[in-house]
C-alpha cells in the first residue's frame, strides 16, 4: 500500500464527495441540474482533448467546443424535463454539426464523430442521472455509493493482495481486487436492500451487479483511451484521482444501464 498516494486521494475524495451529497441530497432540484452540468462541462472538456491527442493530425476547429457543451445541455434538459417539447429539436444536432464539420474550411469529420461520441458517452448519462434524482432522490444516491465501493474496495483489495493483472488494458488492475470489490459490493448491497423501504432487495442486488460490470468496463474503456493518446490522467482537476473522467468513468457506464433496468423493472 503506497499511503502517501492512499491519503492524497483520500483528500480529494472526501471533497468529491461534498459536492456530489450536495448535488443529490439537496432538495431543490436545481442542485441534481447543476451537478449534472458540472461534470458534463468537465468530462467533455476532457474527451475532446484525449481524442484531439488521438488524432493529432485532425483539425478539432473551437466553435465545435462551444456547439459541444450547448448540445449537452439540451440533451440532458430534454431526458430530464420529457415535457418541455424539446425532443425533436434533438434531430437538428447532429445533422448540424455534421454539416458544419464537412463544410468547414479544413473538413473535421473526426472532430464532429468525437463530438456526438461525447453526447453519446456524457451528456446520455448525465440526463438519466437527473432523471433518475426525479424519481426518486435514493436511486442515484445508491448507484453512486455503490460505485465509489466498488472503486475503492477493488483499490484497496488489490493494494494488499493483487498480483493477478486483470486486462493488459489497465496493468494495476488486478482479478483479486475486481472480484474483491464486486463482492464487498454486493454484500453492501444486500444490506443497504434489507433495511431500506425503498424498493426491493433483489433489485438492489441486481443494480449492485450492474455497478460492478458496467462500472467496470466503464474504467477500461477510459484506460484505453487514455493509452491510445499517451497520457497518465485525463486532467489535473483532482489530486491523486487525475481528471474528471477519471473519476466518473464507472458512473457514465453504469447510468444507461441502471436506468433502463430501474424505467422497466423498478418504477
Same mark, same amino acid.
Given at each position: 500500500?503506497?499511503?502517501?498516494?492512499?491519503?492524497?486521494?483520500?483528500?480529494?475524495?472526501?471533497? #468529491?464527495?461534498?459536492?456530489?451529497?450536495?448535488?443529490?441530497?439537496?432538495?431543490?432540484?436545481?442542485?441534481?441540474?447543476?451537478?449534472? =452540468?458540472?461534470?458534463?462541462?468537465?468530462?467533455?472538456?476532457?474527451?475532446?482533448?484525449?481524442?484531439?491527442?488521438?488524432?493529432?493530425?485532425?483539425?478539432?476547429?473551437?466553435?465545435?467546443?462551444?456547439?459541444?457543451?450547448?448540445?449537452?445541455?439540451?440533451?440532458?434538459?430534454?431526458?430530464?424535463?420529457?415535457?418541455?417539447?424539446?425532443?425533436?429539436?434533438?434531430?437538428?444536432?447532429?445533422?448540424?454539426?455534421? =454539416?458544419?464539420?464537412?463544410?468547414?474550411?479544413?473538413?473535421?469529420?473526426?472532430?464532429?464523430?468525437?463530438?456526438?461520441?461525447?453526447?453519446?458517452?456524457?451528456?446520455?448519462?448525465?440526463?438519466?442521472?437527473?432523471?433518475?434524482?426525479?424519481?426518486? #432522490?435514493? *436511486?442515484?444516491?445508491? *448507484?453512486?455509493?455503490?460505485?465509489?465501493?466498488?472503486?475503492?474496495?477493488? @483499490?484497496?483489495?488489490?493494494? #494488499?493482495?493483487?498480483?493477478?493483472?486483470?486486462?493488459?488494458?489497465?496493468?494495476?488492475?488486478?482479478?483479486?481486487?475486481?472480484?474483491?470489490?464486486?463482492?464487498?459490493?454486493?454484500?453492501?448491497?444486500?444490506?443497504?436492500?434489507? @433495511?431500506?423501504?425503498?424498493?426491493?432487495?433483489?433489485?438492489?442486488?441486481?443494480?449492485?451487479?450492474?455497478?460492478?460490470?458496467?462500472?467496470?468496463?466503464?474504467?477500461?474503456?477510459?484506460?484505453?483511451?487514455?493509452?491510445?493518446?499517451?497520457?497518465?490522467?485525463?486532467?489535473?482537476?483532482?489530486?491523486?484521482?487525475?481528471?474528471?473522467?477519471?473519476?466518473?468513468?464507472? =458512473?457514465?457506464?453504469? =447510468?444507461?444501464?441502471?436506468?433502463?433496468?430501474? *424505467?422497466?423493472?423498478?418504477?
Amino acid at each position: 500500500m503506497n499511503w502517501p498516494v492512499f491519503f492524497t486521494r483520500l483528500g480529494s475524495a472526501i471533497v #468529491f464527495a461534498a459536492i456530489m451529497m450536495a448535488g443529490l441530497l439537496l432538495p431543490n432540484p436545481w442542485a441534481i441540474f447543476a451537478l449534472a =452540468l458540472l461534470i458534463l462541462f468537465l468530462c467533455q472538456r476532457e474527451f475532446m482533448a484525449i481524442i484531439a491527442r488521438i488524432f493529432p493530425e485532425e483539425n478539432f476547429p473551437k466553435w465545435l467546443s462551444v456547439l459541444l457543451q450547448l448540445g449537452g445541455l439540451l440533451i440532458i434538459l430534454t431526458i430530464a424535463v420529457p415535457e418541455n417539447n424539446l425532443f425533436y429539436l434533438c434531430f437538428l444536432l447532429p445533422v448540424s454539426l455534421m =454539416l458544419g464539420a464537412i463544410l468547414n474550411k479544413k473538413t473535421s469529420l473526426i472532430a464532429g464523430f468525437t463530438v456526438l461520441a461525447a453526447w453519446l458517452y456524457i451528456a446520455l448519462p448525465m440526463g438519466f442521472l437527473v432523471s433518475l434524482r426525479g424519481i426518486h #432522490f435514493v *436511486l442515484p444516491l445508491a *448507484l453512486i455509493l455503490m460505485i465509489w465501493m466498488n472503486d475503492t474496495m477493488a @483499490y484497496i483489495v488489490g493494494s #494488499f493482495i493483487g498480483k493477478t493483472p486483470f486486462s493488459s488494458i489497465s496493468p494495476k488492475k488486478t482479478w483479486e481486487g475486481t472480484i474483491g470489490g464486486m463482492v464487498l459490493t454486493l454484500a453492501g448491497a444486500a444490506i443497504w436492500g434489507y @433495511y431500506s423501504p425503498h424498493y426491493d432487495l433483489i433489485d438492489w442486488l441486481l443494480l449492485a451487479a450492474i455497478v460492478c460490470s458496467a462500472g467496470t468496463c466503464g474504467d477500461l474503456l477510459e484506460s484505453k483511451l487514455k493509452r491510445l493518446a499517451n497520457v497518465k490522467d485525463s486532467g489535473k482537476i483532482m489530486p491523486g484521482h487525475g481528471g474528471a473522467l477519471d473519476r466518473f468513468d464507472s =458512473l457514465l457506464t453504469t =447510468l444507461p444501464f441502471a436506468f433502463f433496468y430501474i *424505467l422497466w423493472f423498478m418504477v
